[in-house]
């Protein structure tokens, strides 16, 4: 019974497309998350929301739009994708901070 | 600019022995210290936590240390065993940010 659950897991896609990733947490956590991990290995965070309301907007493209239909999921949305967008994006969520993150097992999306 | 710092890329510990992940930090600001651990294809694993305010939080196999003088902490596994190979994030949190700040992570190989 997987706790944060991301779809796709992978993802193969021509530069110009369009794509989303979906993420869905069973735990109840009021706060939801991404994160981006490029090819230097460094876990950056994109979003976060917590009850459906956008909290941290961290400088992301506006490319990237993250949609929050309800508190249970975070979905991400890329418009126009680009060669520099390849990376694996993590979605968490929290109750709180100081209880750590539970992640997501991640997308690993390559733009070609 | 990194705030979290982890300055060995790799480390290798014979099983049984004690493994020491260092991390150090550059804002003093930061509340909560966290190490995640994380396998291939996998997300981030939340291991242990320490709040600013301690110097010492121990969790079975797993102790963190905190020099907040030095801003300086370490994740001590003792003993250590072969599915403790993984790479071992440092993180850091200010409360009122909502959002963990990570190093680039050590890879920990434990050798038979």
């Known amino acids: 019974d997987t706790a944060v659950s991301q779809t796709p897991k992978y993802l193969v896609t021509q530069m110009g497309n369009d794509k989303s990733i979906k993420c869905e947490q069973n735990l109840g956590h009021d706060t939801m998350y991404w994160y981006k991990q490029d090819s230097k290995k460094f876990l950056k965070i994109m979003f976060s929301y917590n009850n459906k309301e956008l909290i941290i907007n961290e400088t992301v493209p506006n490319r990237f739009s993250p949609k929050s239909p309800d508190k249970a999921h975070l979905n991400l949305h890329i418009n126009s994708l680009e060669l520099g967008d390849s990376a694996v994006y993590f979605c968490?969520?929290?109750?709180?901070?100081?209880?750590?993150?539970?992640f997501g097992s991640g997308t690993r999306l390559t733009v070609v | 600019d990194q705030q979290v710092k982890q300055n060995s890329p790799s480390l290798s510990v014979q099983e049984g022995r004690i493994s020491i992940l260092n991390c150090d930090y550059t804002?003093?600001?930061?509340?909560?210290f966290l190490w995640y651990k994380k396998y291939p294809a996998e997300g981030p694993t939340f291991l242990i936590s320490i709040s600013s305010i301690k110097d010492k939080n121990e969790d079975g196999r797993f102790t963190v240390f905190l020099n907040k003088s030095a801003k300086h902490l370490s994740l001590h596994i003792v003993p250590s065993q072969p599915g403790d190979s993984a790479v071992y994030f440092c993180?850091?949190?200010?409360?009122?940010?909502?959002?963990?700040?990570f190093g680039k992570g050590t890879r920990l190989h434990i050798l038979p």
């Open positions: 804002n003093s600001m930061f509340d909560y």
């Open positions: 993180a850091a949190n200010r409360r009122r940010d909502d959002k963990i700040i």
């Open positions: 968490a969520s929290s109750r709180t901070v100081a209880y750590g993150y539970t």
